[in-house]
């Protein structure tokens, strides 16, 4: 008779992320900044908790009840309503006795200090793109490109024509998605993908921006 394969050790300190590009673009980040791989960058499981910020939603209380848990880490887009997405994170930390979270999400990110007094899991959270404005992981990325570049200049002109001609396929909502991406597909191995032009340095890993979030990680996990 075989053996029963023993289940996955669970990683004590994991950054949750709503999809794969979240996750190789921080991967990027931590490499260039070289960053001990003290946490698990995870994306919930599409199977059981389908795709975006309700899965990320999800995920948070079963993450926080796992045996000999130490660190969460959240990192989701505000999109159009900062406020909103704030506060369903804070609704689900409250729940599970977190209290005294900030109204409004810092400016370099929000991390739970209260941890030694009630024994619960260290938790932090980051709104794409920085805290402060609606808005997703694109919008984070175009700010690693530098800002008297003239491509991205030329590629906003261009979804500009697109949108006002009513060509464009995408929503308007996605047009960040559509600019990084145009703007990308422009450079000397078109279509790289975001982390790889991190790591490649297309994209600025030095960026003002770039280098709050990596203090961010600092703070909650080392």
Same mark, same amino acid.
């Given at each position: 008779?075989?053996?029963?394969?023993?289940?996955?050790?669970?990683?004590?300190?994991?950054?949750?992320?709503?999809?794969?590009?979240?996750?190789?673009?921080?991967?990027?980040?931590?490499?260039?900044?070289?960053?001990?791989?003290?946490?698990?960058?995870?994306?919930?499981?599409?199977?059981?908790?389908?795709?975006?910020?309700?899965?990320?939603?999800?995920?948070?209380?079963?993450?926080?009840?796992? @045996? =000999? &848990?130490?660190?969460?880490? +959240?990192?989701? *887009?505000?999109?159009?309503?900062?406020? %909103?997405?704030?506060?369903?994170?804070?609704?689900?930390?409250?729940?599970?006795?977190?209290?005294?979270?900030?109204?409004?999400?810092?400016?370099?990110?929000?991390?739970?200090?209260?941890?030694?007094?009630?024994?619960?899991?260290?938790?932090?959270?980051?709104?794409?793109?920085?805290?402060?404005?609606?808005?997703?992981? @694109? =919008? &984070?990325?175009?700010?690693? +490109?530098?800002? *008297?570049?003239?491509?991205?200049?030329? %590629?906003?002109?261009?979804?500009?024509?697109?949108?006002?001609?009513?060509?464009?396929?995408?929503?308007?909502?996605?047009?960040?998605?559509?600019?990084?991406?145009?703007?990308?597909?422009?450079?000397?191995?078109?279509?790289?993908?975001?982390?790889?032009?991190?790591?490649?340095?297309?994209?600025?890993?030095?960026?003002?921006?770039?280098?709050?979030?990596?203090?961010?990680?600092?703070?909650?996990?080392?």
């Amino acid at each position: 008779m075989p053996k029963a394969s023993k289940p996955p050790k669970i990683k004590p300190q994991q950054l949750l992320v709503e999809g794969k590009n979240d996750r190789h673009v921080i991967w990027a980040l931590c490499e260039k900044h070289q960053l001990p791989e003290t946490f698990s960058v995870e994306v919930p499981s599409e199977e059981d908790f389908g795709q975006g910020i309700e899965a990320v939603l999800a995920e948070i209380p079963i993450r926080l009840k796992q @045996e =000999n &848990f130490r660190t969460l880490g +959240i990192v989701i *887009d505000a999109d159009q309503d900062l406020a %909103a997405r704030w506060q369903s994170v804070s609704s689900r930390l409250n729940a599970k006795g977190y209290q005294n979270i900030p109204k409004a999400p810092p400016l370099d990110g929000w991390v739970y200090t209260e941890r030694e007094a009630t024994n619960l899991p260290k938790v932090g959270v980051w709104l794409m793109p920085d805290n402060q404005l609606p808005g997703m992981l @694109e =919008n &984070f990325v175009a700010r690693l +490109i530098s800002e *008297d570049d003239g491509l991205l200049t030329k %590629a906003e002109l261009f979804l500009h024509d697109v949108e006002q001609a009513g060509l464009n396929r995408y929503t308007l909502i996605h047009n960040p998605k559509a600019l990084i991406h145009t703007w990308l597909a422009c450079q000397q191995t078109p279509g790289m993908p975001m982390g790889q032009a991190i790591t490649s340095q297309i994209l600025s890993y030095n960026s003002p921006l770039a280098l709050v979030f990596v203090e961010w990680l600092r703070r909650l996990f080392y």
